[in-house]
């Protein structure tokens, strides 16, 4: 008895002469195993899910019906030993494949999403964060991770916090506030608000800026870019201390207070409380309006900032795509539109204003010096403690970015946060912001069609740049391409070296031929090593960049399995 036989292993064994004459007559009795594995180890582990816990999770437990397909069942006859033999050959039902699920995930942005996520919260020694990345006019969901860190320091996929965990988002629920204040034409983003010294006493309460404001007057424009407590309390309050109601119907209005109908169970109950609630007090308006006293899941503040590069148009996020078998399309989920606008055409265009300027001016501006523009909002929110609250001795904070890109023509909308960084840092711009563009610049450069401005080679260069001189046909394709002044001399060479000019790229032969070590200074590691192991030698690399100098040198004797070392620059 074999265990463990793969199916193709099992086909060949079929073929066999004496096992094509059927079970009873050949005695090749096969037991048939199912099992699911995830086929990329542990991306968007928590998200595919498993049937196989306590509480089944994820697309795996929502889908599970269409996975599984139908049992076969056959008539057999136990006999001595407790073996069983069947009746009759054939099944009295036969099995059914189980279908496929197509999800909306990209395997290589969530490889990004997760390594980068899983840096960044190594380095700011992070309890748990999460990150998703969604197509703006569909609702595809293109990326979800999840980490969590555990008891020996390392980060896993064990519980879904972008779909799970509803907590007090801080300040990227601004943006909300605002936009409510725009479309019921209370604000607009020129009013000037006062500060003062960045302190304001709302009853019993003191809410504090976390830096001085440059003045004692603001307008809503600038007090959101520099994301100003007391700026947006105070322009909320002026708005709506009248009529919080109003306020409060406005932000429910946006779906903040509803979950959002996914395809897969576990969603997190947000909360957006109401003046009628028992805990409704006197200080509730000003902290609801910058991110506390609700709640909300990453994956709900997603959804509406999405909306807002959508043009108010609010889809509902969508993670599986269609259900196949065999190939054939048997039921496809198109995108689904929850709400076509969230507010007039001109609030939408003012809080976009915003949006952009956090980038350009406020607290996202190390995210401006890029290809392409970008849009959102940096939220820092201190976490509550059910042991001590918010006391300052005990604090824990939750960091986060939501935004979309290219601002002037959004593509994709993307949200990270990070729980309980500890390493000193804790603002959202400098801890979720990374991974935020890290995710942006691999969808960019992953998408030609983003790539919308036409690129115009400066060739008016002061300095010759250096080249990775190495195969000659690739070396000359990309001068050419960049516009850059070429001389013609060994144009024919296979493989090529830079010579120094003062006015022109010169390429000289590079004799790679023969018994000897070759030369690889100047050349790419892909380079390098296509021309070193091609000769048998071993290679250990240091450093990245160029090869800057190799050991043993260039010209030596070698024998095979001999080790060079080469270190790039």
């Avoid at 929502?62 to 996975?67: A, M, R, T, V």
């Avoid at 279908?99 to 748990?128: C, G, K, M, P, Y």
């Avoid at 523009?373 to 939750?398: L, V, W």
Wanted: proline share 5%; with cysteine; glycine share 8%.
């Amino acid at each position: 008895m074999r265990r463990g036989v793969l199916y193709s292993e099992l086909q060949k064994i079929k073929s066999f002469p004496l096992f094509r004459l059927g079970r009873n007559k050949s005695g090749l009795i096969v037991e048939q195993e199912s099992r699911r594995e995830l086929s990329f180890d542990q991306l968007a582990a928590r998200t595919l899910g498993t049937v196989r816990d306590v509480r089944p999770v994820g697309i795996e437990a929502s889908f599970n019906s269409d996975l599984s397909g139908v049992s076969g069942k056959r008539l057999v006859q136990k006999i001595a030993g407790g073996v069983t033999i069947p009746v009759r050959d054939e099944n009295q039902v036969e099995p059914k494949d189980g279908n496929d699920i197509v999800t909306t995930i990209d395997i290589n942005i969530q490889d990004v999403a997760e390594n980068s996520l899983e840096f960044h919260l190594r380095e700011h020694n992070a309890h748990h964060g999460c990150a998703i990345l969604m197509e703006v006019a569909t609702g595809e969901i293109k990326a979800i991770a999840n980490l969590t860190r555990d008891a020996n320091g390392n980060y896993d996929e064990t519980y879904n916090y972008a779909i799970g965990e509803a907590t007090e988002p801080g300040s990227t629920f601004k943006a909300a506030s605002l936009l409510a204040a725009f479309d019921d034409g209370l604000l607009t983003p020129d009013d000037s608000i006062f500060v003062g010294n960045g302190t304001r006493r709302y009853a019993d309460q003191i809410m504090k800026d976390s830096h001085a404001p440059p003045s004692s007057r603001l307008t809503v424009q600038h007090a959101f870019e520099i994301s100003s407590n007391v700026g947006i309390s105070a322009a909320i309050v002026q708005a709506y201390q009248k009529n919080p109601d109003r306020f409060i119907a406005k932000l429910r209005s946006f779906g903040l207070n509803d979950k959002l109908s996914l395809q897969i169970e576990g969603e997190g109950d947000p909360r957006i409380k109401s003046p009628m609630d028992k805990d409704w007090s006197r200080v509730s308006l000003p902290w609801i309006s910058i991110g506390y006293e609700s709640r909300v899941t990453p994956l709900q503040t997603l959804t509406f900032y999405n909306a807002i590069a959508n043009d108010g148009r609010e889809m509902r996020p969508r993670i599986v795509r269609e259900i196949r078998s065999h190939g054939k399309v048997i039921r496809s989920f198109p995108p689904e539109v929850m709400r076509d606008t969230l507010a007039s055409p001109q609030a939408i265009h003012e809080l976009k204003q915003l949006l952009e300027g956090v980038v350009l001016h406020g607290t996202g501006s190390h995210l401006k010096d890029s290809p392409y523009p970008i849009a959102g909002k940096t939220g820092t929110a201190i976490m509550y403690n059910g042991r001590s609250g918010y006391k300052i001795d005990d604090r824990k904070y939750q960091a986060s970015f939501v935004g979309y890109f290219p601002a002037d023509n959004p593509r994709y909308s993307c949200i990270v946060v990070v729980y309980g960084p500890s390493n000193d840092a804790y603002y959202g711009g400098a801890v979720a912001g990374p991974v935020f563009k890290e995710i942006a610049d691999k969808v960019y450069a992953n998408h030609l069609e983003l790539h919308d401005r036409p690129f115009n080679p400066d060739t008016s260069l002061n300095v010759i740049p250096l080249v990775k001189a190495g195969l000659g046909s690739e070396t000359r394709e990309v001068v050419e391409a960049l516009g850059l002044p070429l001389n013609s001399k060994n144009s024919d060479a296979t493989w090529v070296t830079q010579v120094t000019s003062d006015d022109e790229i010169v390429l000289g032969e590079r004799n790679v031929n023969g018994a000897l070590i070759p030369n690889v200074t100047g050349m790419g590691i892909s380079d390098a090593l296509f021309l070193l192991e091609n000769k048998g030698l071993e290679v250990k690399v240091s450093g990245r960049g160029i090869v800057r100098s190799q050991t043993p040198a260039a010209g030596n004797t070698f024998q095979r399995g001999q080790t060079v070392t080469i270190e790039l620059n």
